[in-house]
């Protein structure tokens, strides 16, 4: 790999400006789309924003091209107006003032913020297809009543002119962090609501995630020219703003005026992330596969953070390339890393880092944000109705990641999860995974649910249809869905066409219940084990024995709804049929020690009972 530093003054190129190269992104699949009855929604942005920094605020054009896929007339659109949520109260403001454990970033801060603090996006005018619409902002959502319906399968072009202020940094995206960095612009835009299968998708921002429709992006934004700007999409004219430059050729062409445009495109993504700051520093990395690795941070941070900052490079790619080989091959030309926001945020071909950091760190969560590329910007899931395939998925990957770069692929590197899960089952304040990411009783709920029980379900799957089996339905799932907007049934199809085995009962046991799994040993009489099933939900059970000779055997027992079993070298027996409380078989051998599950792969809430010892 060949490592370029680019100094601010001369190339400091934006963290997502790779000088006009294109994605050789892949492209919905349209015959296998109207075989399987799938369709989604289409949109094209083009946008001009105008941004006075002293100000805090911005001004913008977007023309929104927005194509009906859907077998349904539209009478109505919706658009989100993120920003809203920063003033005092709104929902985002109240739900912190009132949850037991409110987000430390956010707790009062909202209901405290000034004028000039809050954010907003006022929308000034709208026109569908060249005549004015009637619209109302309802908090955090732009209700619009359409002229004419947008019948299935035409498009219709939708102009708009809005107003905009940036809100103090408190949540995913704001100005001047508690870091100092000017412009973490997140959320930012008009963004036109998801219509599927089930609807209109028109939460209001409240704390949570994010749905949106697939697109391409066409963003110019002006800004004083002091600043340097990075985040989603190509950079178009690097020439005419002199950074990021690399032909040599052609002669730089920027004006001389206080502010510069910045050109970006963006194809096939659901987001449009930026970050301005006068004081980014640029680096690029360029991986042996062409694909281009942005970093921006701030050049007086500490000499110990701007080492880690040089530290990660390698290390990312070393990400990237762990991710397009475990799950399926990164598909843009570049990703950027960008210190800003409140912690670490996800968004198309970039994320939001906080810069302050030991290395161990910056490295976990720049493994988390790259891995929710593939969970959520890829495999676009409603992340505000199942974020446990968002967070979940991500925790678990990214586990596996850092595992590996750290040498230690032997250990289980999400048993973490697993003891977490214990405590919220035996303080009873565990909720199921079907609850709306916003509707938690409490953000721990909603943490542990998301991240632990949701990187849970792939583990288990580990146990259920073996690990070779759950690789390669993490690859199937991608293959299949990428680019689309996967279900949870979705991932589950995946997993059974790989493996042959029947996972709707594990599906439905794990996500849509909080039945615990509780298996032990019974008795152990001579060369007949008993085990017994005491927890509501079922599994298959491994079970390792030990002979009173020193010899040892292990044992797999499918479940029966399974209709098949893992691949194993284990004894294979006889299914257990859930509905019967106990199971027994004999061994050859007289038993001196009988294990279930002693990769504790299993979530059983008492392993005190897995273990039996024949005095």
């Not at 412009?183 to 028109?202: C, I, N, R, V």
């Not at 970039?350 to 590329?373: N, Y």
Request: charged share 20%; glycine share 6%.
């Amino acid at each position: 790999m060949k490592k370029i530093l680019f100094s601010l003054l001369s190339l400091a190129l934006l963290v997502s400006c790779a000088t006009s190269k294109e994605a050789n992104s892949p492209k919905t699949n349209v015959k296998e789309v109207s075989s399987t009855n799938y369709w989604q929604q289409h949109i094209d942005y083009t946008m001009d924003i105008d941004v006075d920094a002293a100000k805090h605020q911005y001004k913008g054009t977007q023309k929104a091209v927005y194509t009906n896929n859907s077998p349904d007339d539209l009478n109505k659109v919706y658009y989100h107006l993120y920003f809203n949520a920063f003033q005092p109260g709104s929902q985002m403001d109240v739900r912190s003032l009132n949850i037991k454990d409110p987000d430390g970033r956010v707790q009062d801060r909202i209901s405290k913020l000034t004028p000039s603090e809050i954010g907003y996006i006022k929308v000034n005018s709208l026109k569908q297809n060249g005549a004015e619409v009637s619209f109302e902002t309802v908090g955090t959502i732009l209700e619009v009543t359409l002229n004419s319906p947008i019948k299935s399968g035409e498009s219709v072009t939708l102009d708009m002119q809005f107003d905009a202020q940036v809100p103090l940094q408190i949540r995913r995206s704001g100005r001047d962090s508690k870091e100092n960095v000017a412009l973490s612009m997140a959320q930012w835009y008009p963004k036109m609501a998801e219509y599927d299968f089930e609807g209109w998708h028109t939460p209001p921002y409240i704390a949570r995630e994010f749905h949106a429709v697939w697109g391409n992006f066409d963003v110019k934004i002006s800004i004083d020219k002091n600043y340097t700007v990075g985040g989603t999409g190509y950079l178009q004219n690097p020439q005419e703003i002199g950074h990021g430059y690399e032909d040599k050729t052609k002669p730089l062409n920027v004006p001389n005026t206080p502010k510069l445009t910045w050109h970006f495109k963006a194809p096939n993504v659901h987001d449009f992330m930026w970050a301005a700051d006068p004081n980014y520093v640029h680096d690029l990395l360029t991986m042996e596969n062409g694909i281009d690795l942005h970093f921006l941070y701030k050049k007086d941070l500490e000499p110990a953070y701007l080492k880690n900052w040089k530290d990660l490079q390698p290390k990312t790619a070393e990400l990237m390339t762990y991710f397009s080989e475990n799950i399926g091959q990164y598909p843009y030309k570049q990703y950027s890393v960008i210190q800003g926001g409140d912690g670490g945020m996800e968004y198309a071909m970039s994320t939001l880092i906080t810069g302050q950091r030991k290395f161990g760190s910056l490295l976990g969560v720049t493994a988390h944000e790259m891995a929710h590329t593939w969970f959520q910007f890829l495999l676009a899931t409603n992340e505000s109705k199942h974020p446990w395939m968002d967070e979940g998925f991500t925790s678990y990957i990214s586990s596996k990641a850092m595992a590996k770069l750290a040498g230690k692929e032997d250990k289980n590197p999400n048993a973490g999860p697993y003891r977490g899960y214990n405590y919220m089952v035996s303080s009873g304040s565990e909720e199921v995974l079907t609850t709306h990411a916003d509707r938690y009783n409490t953000n721990r709920g909603y943490s542990f649910a998301s991240y632990g029980k949701g990187s849970m379900f792939l583990a288990q799957l580990e146990y259920i249809i073996g690990a070779e089996n759950t690789a390669k339905g993490l690859k199937k799932y991608f293959t299949d869905f990428s680019f689309k907007h996967p279900t949870p049934n979705d991932v589950k199809r995946s997993m059974e066409k790989v493996s042959g085995i029947h996972l709707d009962w594990y599906l439905n046991e794990w996500t849509q219940t909080l039945h615990t799994i509780d298996y032990g040993i019974k008795a152990v009489e001579g060369s007949k084990i008993t085990l017994e099933r005491i927890g509501q939900m079922p599994m298959p059970i491994d079970i390792d024995v030990v002979y009173t000779d020193g010899t040892k055997e292990s044992f797999n027992i499918p479940l029966r709804m399974m209709r098949g079993n893992k691949p194993t070298s284990a004894t294979l027996l006889e299914d257990w049929a859930w509905a019967h409380p106990t199971y027994t078989f004999k061994t050859n051998k007289a038993v001196k020690s009988a294990t279930i599950d002693s990769l504790n792969l299993m979530a059983d809430v008492n392993a005190d009972n897995n273990v039996f010892e024949v005095k």
